[in-house]
């Protein structure tokens, strides 16, 4: 969940482009046609230097060069050998962007790297643009589950819940809001994987930090006031500050402390810092190809040994294969790593068998799908309070003093700023930090009066996305997030017509998960009973539903209809190839099973590992890319160590 968006009214998309077509132009054609003014000369040089200079810092912060190089492999003439590795990685998303880096620190292996997209562009780059990207089929999978009458059914008519996922070198982390929060020691216990207990995961998140660097957003001082009022609302109720920091591990408390995954002002994703990186982007050893589209895994006669891949190119087709002891390595994310394992005759057998394809492996590929959610509930400021957008109003990012504030001084300025605020608490006792959280309080965003809301990029109905932007005319509204941390509904991915993947979706249909939204419901409007949020006059707007205003204000059976329409996906998607045991001792099938042992290798097939989100057996309490690149960490380091090599940079290749 990217809340960036929902802050002003974002530059549509026609501005971005005439803006990306201004700067490209720049280099080809003489400025005078773009200035107007009368000049004697001094003053249209002067204005051709500021263009001059956005113009070239645009492309040092975009810095396509600083990528490994796209790699053709039709370009040794079809020499077999070329197309040996020993291993081959696919996805270069959060994950895989550092499985492939870490192999690839080995000289003497050679190292294939696939990924679907292409390079991240400059609204990737520049964070706070990065939500125009998200319903753009270049740079995401605009997946959606099958449409569902018991969940999302404010989404506009024909349209399930959103899977939204990454499509370009640093995958999901390179267009998401970039938070880091490492999960908790609950989470890892709660794995109950050897291998995966708390104090080893923290092992390889302290390697992952160093790596990382990790900061802070600059708030601006309408949304510092802000946190002020919910720190005070929290307290009135018993909820204190978060006690330790994010970056160690979820808690019990409220912080809008929240680490970042930015450096100097601009994204800092995975695929960035772990491949283009001098020293690591021409490694001779290490091949790019972006644009290939992997069909399936390639298996041996037995369906025991995994053998290559194969994909296509522009059209054409090409196959990898791997050296023994290689290994193939899927990276591709929890929907599409499913996809491939069960295209490639791995899943369950009633499924395959349903399909045509041959059976190599039966295992519970596509179950235990797992999303946080999102319940969005919103409160009018009713009252003249220190938030408010009209008598401290901020700063446009999107108008030209902000740009070219962010392109000229080393990314300052408005389009460098953002606010995180969340909250971890008992639904059951909010006041108590005895008790295990189970509620993410995960984004309170100022939806300034004015604004255009969030309705629209969520992807909801005509008639709601107005009745947003008439209440927004009116009142500044504040947006309170509540995602599930441990929730019992699960989900499934199957195969689609053709190559696509089918996504079953079933947010909150267990009965716990109804319950305790419905505590988090009560839970905020207590918050509304509190003196700070008296002060401004909060209350809850209601959103107009004729189903739901149908039954009795306020009731239980009012606010399951009101989960129904707007609990909505978090896209923290997890789970697909889940970790587990394939069988018991005594080789009965076990309930409900796993995809990958606890070294990540697939149950039945050697040389064949899957390493991204999929493999979680829950979710992390909280956001799902840091733990996603521990991941990966983690996974490159079991690989080295199964190899029989240590887990240090040997040297530069």
């Not at 493999?615 to 956001?623: C, D, F, R, T, Y």
Request: glycine share 10%; charged share 20%.
């Amino acid at each position: 969940w990217n809340s960036k968006m929902v802050h002003k009214r974002p530059p549509s998309r026609m501005h971005l482009l005439l803006l990306g077509s201004l700067l490209l132009s720049l280099g080809e054609t003489t400025f005078a046609q773009w200035f107007t003014v009368d000049s004697n000369g001094l003053g249209i040089s002067l204005m051709e230097s500021v263009a001059l200079a956005l113009n070239r810092s645009s492309l040092e912060l975009a810095n396509n060069t600083a990528w490994p190089l796209q790699h053709d492999p039709r370009s040794a003439e079809h020499l077999p050998e070329t197309e040996i590795y020993d291993y081959i990685v696919v996805g270069a998303g959060s994950a895989g962007s550092i499985v492939a880096s870490r192999l690839s620190e080995r000289c003497n292996v050679r190292v294939l790297l696939l990924e679907a997209g292409d390079l991240p562009p400059l609204e990737s780059e520049a964070f706070t643009l990065s939500g125009a990207l998200h319903h753009d089929a270049r740079y995401m999978y605009l997946d959606e589950a099958e449409p569902n009458p018991e969940c999302c059914q404010a989404m506009e008519n024909g349209h399930g819940c959103s899977w939204w996922h990454g499509r370009m070198m640093g995958g999901t982390g390179a267009i998401n809001g970039n938070i880091f929060v490492p999960g908790s020691r609950s989470n890892f216990a709660n794995w109950n994987a050897t291998g995966w207990e708390w104090s080893q995961v923290q092992d390889t998140y302290r390697r992952l930090q160093a790596r990382l660097n990790l900061s802070y957003l600059e708030a601006n001082p309408l949304n510092l006031k802000l946190a002020n009022v919910i720190y005070s609302g929290a307290a009135e109720l018993g909820v204190p500050r978060m006690w330790q920091p994010l970056s160690a591990g979820a808690s019990y408390g409220y912080t809008h402390h929240v680490p970042v995954t930015i450096n100097g002002g601009r994204r800092a994703s995975s695929g960035r810092l772990y491949l283009a990186h001098d020293g690591i982007n021409r490694r001779p050893n290490l091949k790019v190809i972006r644009g290939a589209q992997v069909e399936r895994v390639l298996l041996n006669a037995e369906g025991n040994q995994a053998t290559g891949v194969t994909y296509t190119l522009n059209g054409d087709q090409f196959s990898a294969s791997i050296s023994s002891p290689g290994e193939v390595i899927l990276s591709a994310g929890t929907i599409n790593s499913a996809k491939l394992l069960l295209l490639s005759g791995i899943g369950p057998q009633e499924e395959l068998s349903s399909w045509n394809i041959t059976v190599r492996q039966d295992l519970p590929v596509g179950h235990h799908l797992q999303d946080h959610g999102m319940l969005p509930l919103y409160l009018i400021f009713g009252s003249d309070c220190s938030v408010n957008s009209t008598r401290l109003p901020t700063e446009n990012p999107y108008g030209p003093v902000s740009v070219a504030k962010y392109l000229l001084e080393s990314q300052k300025g408005p389009l460098a700023q953002g606010f995180y605020m969340m909250g971890y608490i008992s639904s059951r006792a909010p006041h108590s930090f005895l008790h295990q959280p189970d509620l993410h309080v995960v984004a309170h965003t100022l939806l300034p009066k004015g604004s255009s809301g969030s309705f629209s990029y969520l992807g909801f109905r005509p008639e709601l996305i107005q009745a947003q932007v008439d209440i927004l005319k009116e009142y500044d509204l504040l947006q309170i997030m509540g995602s599930l941390l441990r929730p019992l509904s699960r989900g499934r991915v199957r195969l689609g017509s053709g190559t696509t993947a089918r996504i079953e979706n079933h947010y909150a249909e267990a009965e716990e998960d109804q319950h305790t939204l419905l505590r988090y419901v009560r839970y905020v409007q207590r918050l509304t009973q509190t003196r700070a949020f008296r002060k401004c006059g909060l209350r809850l707007w209601l959103p107009p539903v004729q189903e739901c205003d149908a039954l009795v204000p306020d009731s239980d059976d009012y606010w399951l209809c009101h989960i129904r329409y707007f609990y909505v996906g978090a896209w923290h998607s997890v789970g697909t190839c889940r970790m587990a045991p394939r069988s018991n001792p005594d080789g009965e099938e076990m309930a409900p099973g796993g995809v990958v042992d606890e070294r990540l290798r697939v149950h039945g097939v050697q040389g064949l590992r899957v390493v991204d989100a999929s493999i979680m057996p829950e979710l992390p309490a909280g956001n799902t890319n840091g733990p996603a690149m521990m991941i990966g960490e983690r996974g490159a380091q079991l690989i080295l160590e199964d190899r029989g090599e240590d887990n240090e940079v040997i040297t530069d290749c």
